[in-house]
């Protein structure tokens, strides 16, 4: 008679390529945490106009400008990538793979991706309302932008957009 192995443990199971859903749960789990939590500092940092940030985002902030000024072809490369990489083309392609995984029969995995892409997209701008945090206002601009600039409508959606493509092919990565 042959003994029976025990069932793997819950961390084997939550990273099994074999169950993808659990790893996949795992990875957005983690990714989650070590996003927000940088997140949420920042935040309070910004809200409470902490000095030596502000100190800092105006050191870059200058900086920045100053090379802009005298690098128009830089500008209009970063014009063209801010362009390329907007939350709306990043939506479209989001959608796109929420396509292709309902083809594959991956429908859970699909609605997740829409309902990530979606939500983010939804609180981008109430968080931008809650911080309330203005553009700078600078002398001699390169770029216009309406609305506040806390968090980035950018940086948000391409943080979720990376994440995504992470949670939905990495389990392919060993293969």
């Known amino acids: ?43 309070a940092l910004v809200l409470g106009d902490w000095p030596p940030l502000h100190r800092l985002d105006t050191a870059v902030t200058d900086a920045l400008h100053t090379y ?3 690098h128009p072809g830089w500008v209009r490369l970063m ?16 959608l796109l793979l929420a396509v292709w995984l309902v083809r594959r029969g991956a429908r859970r995995l699909a609605l997740w991706v829409a309902v990530t892409m979606l939500v983010g997209g939804v609180l981008g701008p109430l968080l931008k309302l809650l911080v309330g945090r203005d553009r700078p206002d600078l002398l001699d601009p390169v770029a216009r932008a309406t609305g506040y600039a806390f968090p980035s409508g950018h940086a948000l959606n391409a943080a979720l957009a990376a994440g995504v493509l992470l949670v939905v092919f990495l389990p392919y990565a060993r293969r």
Do not use: C, N, Q, Y
Request: no cysteine; charged share 15%.
């Open 1 to 43: 008679m042959t003994a029976r192995r025990p069932p793997p443990s819950w961390g084997r199971r939550r990273l099994d390529p074999e169950h993808s859903l659990g790893l996949r749960l795992t990875l957005a789990t983690v990714a989650a945490f070590v996003v927000l939590v940088p997140f949420a500092a920042l935040a």
């Open 79 to 94: 014009s063209i990538w801010t362009d390329v990489f907007a939350p709306m083309p990043l939506r479209a392609a989001a």
């Open 68 to 70: 802009a000024l005298t």
